[in-house]
């Protein structure tokens, strides 16, 4: 049995005008509020647009609220950005980077998300950064190169147990239903970890909590949550149905 507490992370993505989104942390903060003693802890990420809105529902839930990406400076002219900082002030506490689709879409290179992770870090969030392979990638047997090169690149130096998260999520499976096969899922962890102790040390390597993403749904969770080097999941498409999510953390 692992140390180290389960986290269960709801992406939302660009989903959630107010009302929804509302309604959606009011669901999962009712569930939550009734199980309080729970063993693992649980994050919502919704859009930047109504971080504040969903903070106020999940006030004294003892839910965390997390963000979906930010800048690397404090402030600054930098149009339609949002910096750790703002972050830290409307409440957040996490912030996820480097998602594949902002990898992707925005062509985040690993220094950025590490520079991201650092301003992350300055202001006292807790960094939740994604590695993962494309399909292509996996099909030329190169998972673990690329795997490894994104820990080592995108991890900053002084990240710490206690303000860095890792999300394994393989490109390819994210909003798929493919999902990776538990014994892939845990060869792929275990070799992060051993990626994440060559670079900060075996203590630091074995508090920091690995996730996996892609596709993780109530059906498939207590598999992938019951490795030994999974530490929770970052749901995106079950993460927008309060009784999955729920779900999926009580398979831890
Ligand atoms: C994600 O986007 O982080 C994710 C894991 O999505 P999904 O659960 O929908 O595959």
């Known amino acids: 049995m692992s140390a180290r507490r389960p986290l269960i992370a709801g992406n939302w993505k660009m989903n959630g005008l107010r009302a929804d989104a509302r309604a959606l942390a009011d669901e999962i903060g009712t569930l939550r509020k009734n199980k309080s003693q729970d063993a693992f802890d649980l994050l919502i990420c919704p859009p930047f647009s109504v971080i504040e809105t969903v903070g106020h529902v999940l006030d004294s839930t003892g839910i965390f609220l997390g963000a979906q990406d930010c800048h690397t400076a404090e402030k600054g002219a930098h149009t339609g950005d949002v910096s750790a900082a703002m972050l830290k002030d409307a409440g957040c506490s996490h912030v996820i980077l480097g998602h594949s689709e902002r990898r992707t879409n925005h062509k985040e290179s690993n220094e950025l998300v590490k520079q991201k992770a650092i301003a992350a870090h300055n202001e006292g969030l807790i960094a939740i950064i994604c590695v993962g392979e494309t399909e292509t990638e996996r ?37 798929t239903g493919k999902v990776a096969t538990p014994d892939d899922v845990q060869n792929v962890h275990g070799d992060i970890r051993k990626t994440l ?33 999974v530490d929770g999941g970052l749901i995106g498409g079950a993460a927008l149905k309060a009784e999955d999510f729920w779900a999926i953390a009580q398979s831890c």
């Open 197 to 229: 102790a060559a670079k900060l040390g075996q203590e630091t390597a074995d508090g920091i909590r690995i996730l996996y993403g892609g596709s993780m749904k109530p059906e498939n969770a207590k598999e992938l949550l019951a490795l030994p080097d």
């Open 139 to 175: 099909e030329n047997g190169k998972t673990l190169e690329v795997v490894t090169a994104q820990i080592k690149d995108s991890v900053p130096e002084g990240a710490r147990a206690d303000n860095t998260v890792i999300a394994y999520e393989p490109v390819w499976a994210i909003g």
